[in-house]
Structures are given as structure tokens and as C-alpha cells.
């Protein structure tokens, strides 16, 4: 791995752990890492990971692309991602938009 790999591992190891605090305070909660990897879906030991700036090449590459466009696009792309996800858990829950 070469020194520029690392410095990305560890600036997306802070930005997952700064976004992780900030749902803390807006949720005024302590989240555990178990909860977190729960409601992201993944395992407790693959946030750990992610955390710890060992995440997987494309959480680097989103944010990258993301990068790529000003930041009310940014926003825009952001807003649309969490509308889908939400369609997506009613649908799974058994309820509808209707």
C-alpha cells in the first residue's frame, strides 16, 4: 500500500466517525457501533473497519464522485439516495405510498 492509499484510509476512517457523532447529536443518543453496523446493514466488525479507515475502495469512490459536483448538487444526489432508501424500508415494512 503506498502513503497515499493510507492518508485516504484514515480521511475516510474520521469522516465515517465524524458522521457517526454527528447522528449521535442530531438523535441526542450514544449509538453503538453494533447499532450502527445494524441499521447500515452491515457487520459490527465491517463498521469497525470502516471506522478505522479500512473501508472498502467504494465508499472512496462515491465520495470522490460526489467531490466532482458542486454542493447543491451534492445535496441534490444526497436527498435522492435517503428518499429511495426510505420508499424502499416502507415497502419492506408492508406498508405502501397509496
Same mark, same amino acid.
Given at each position: 500500500?503506498?502513503?497515499?492509499?493510507? #492518508?485516504?484510509?484514515?480521511?475516510?476512517? !474520521?469522516?465515517? @466517525?465524524e458522521?457517526?457523532? @454527528?447522528?449521535? $447529536? #442530531? %438523535?441526542? !443518543?450514544?449509538?453503538? +457501533? /453494533? %447499532?450502527? $453496523? =445494524? @441499521?447500515?446493514?452491515? #457487520? +459490527?466488525? !465491517?463498521?469497525?473497519?470502516?471506522?478505522?479507515?479500512?473501508?472498502? !475502495?467504494? $465508499?472512496?469512490? /462515491?465520495?470522490?464522485?460526489? /467531490?466532482?459536483? *458542486?454542493? =447543491?448538487? /451534492?445535496? $441534490?444526489?444526497?436527498? @435522492?439516495?435517503? %428518499?429511495?432508501?426510505?420508499?424502499? %424500508?416502507?415497502?419492506a *415494512?408492508?406498508?405502501? *405510498?397509496?
Amino acid at each position: 500500500m503506498n502513503p497515499h492509499d493510507e #492518508s485516504v484510509g484514515e480521511r475516510l476512517g !474520521a469522516l465515517f @466517525r465524524e458522521v457517526h457523532h @454527528r447522528v449521535e $447529536a #442530531s %438523535e441526542s !443518543a450514544r449509538i453503538s +457501533q /453494533a %447499532e450502527m $453496523a =445494524a @441499521r447500515l446493514g452491515v #457487520s +459490527q466488525r !465491517a463498521y469497525v473497519d470502516y471506522i478505522r479507515g479500512k473501508g472498502p !475502495a467504494g $465508499a472512496r469512490v /462515491a465520495l470522490d464522485l460526489l /467531490a466532482m459536483l *458542486d454542493d =447543491a448538487e /451534492a445535496i $441534490a444526489i444526497l436527498r @435522492r439516495w435517503r %428518499e429511495g432508501k426510505q420508499i424502499n %424500508e416502507r415497502h419492506a *415494512d408492508g406498508t405502501t *405510498d397509496r
